[in-house]
């Protein structure tokens, strides 16, 4: 399996903290039958801003570690992108990591509690330059839990989405993990990965969130999704159905 999302590099953001925890994780994800991890460390969120060229040494320094330990894993460079206002400039001069060598996917992570007005025109701008966006966890956002729409029109202006894998299982709660079967339901996402932080409470596992999703949509749906996931690091095309909103339910027929 591969995981997009996943904090592993050490000491750049809240996620591993030392080389010893990258290697703890690494050891996780192994077990938990991931291959490729590609590093998403936050960048311009307002408290980490990890540049390009950091990150790639980063990464190269980090596959050295796990060469040396024989552990079976390949780490990817990348960043998940807050939006910020330079950003189109800085995807023009290539400043900012992709999520795949033919530089069409990047991770694009919106703030936690809005969406900013001008998302569907910075999405626009994103893909007048060939690149598409995946909107990060768009389930723990809390204005698209209460405006699913927010992300419906995202999605339907050609942005995909990625779930956590612990929203779907539960570990976010129950309220994030209803709407994650929505979402799934109303084919509003199109990837899982682990965004994991650390070995202990939020680790780099995939396979039980692949088996809800298949609870939900079937075994076809999670292979899907696990195609989608090879898909993107090998710049391709990602398959996705035709999204449907999602209807909020009316208090007492009043609204």
Avoid at 97 to 114: G, H, R, T, V
Avoid at 119 to 139: K, S
Avoid at 184 to 198: F, G, K, Y
Avoid at 202 to 221: F, I, K, W
Wanted: hydrophobic share 40%; charged share 25%.
């Amino acid at each position: 399996m591969i995981d997009i999302h996943c904090h592993i590099l050490p000491g750049i953001d809240d996620g591993a903290k030392s080389e010893a925890e990258l290697l703890k994780m690494a050891h996780e994800a192994v077990s938990d039958g991931i291959t490729t991890i590609i590093a998403t460390p936050h960048h311009m969120n307002g408290v980490y801003i990890n540049a390009k060229a950091e990150v790639l040494a980063l990464t190269e320094h980090a596959n050295q570690l796990l060469q040396k330990e024989e552990i079976p894993l390949t780490i990817l460079p990348s960043q998940e992108i807050r939006i910020y206002e330079n950003l189109i400039r800085d995807l023009r001069n290539n400043q900012v990591l992709f999520l795949d060598k033919a530089c069409k996917y990047i991770l694009l992570e919106l703030p936690a509690n809005s969406v900013p007005y001008q998302i569907d025109r910075l999405i626009f701008e994103i893909q007048i330059l060939g690149v598409t966006p995946i909107i990060a966890h768009p389930e723990r956002n809390s204005a698209i839990r209460e405006q699913p729409y927010l992300l419906y029109k995202m999605v339907k202006s050609g942005a995909f989405a990625q779930l956590t894998a612990a929203s779907i299982t539960g570990r976010f709660g129950k309220e994030i993990e209803k709407f994650s079967r929505q979402l799934v339901e109303h084919q509003l996402v199109h990837l899982i990965a682990s965004d994991a932080h650390n070995a202990d409470t939020r680790g780099p596992r995939l396979v039980s969130a692949y088996e809800r999703l298949a609870e939900y949509g079937g075994r076809e749906l999670a292979d899907e999704f696990k195609r989608n996931a090879e898909n993107v690091v090998n710049g391709k095309g990602i398959w996705a159905g035709e999204p449907m909103k999602i209807q909020k339910k009316k208090l007492f027929g009043l609204f």
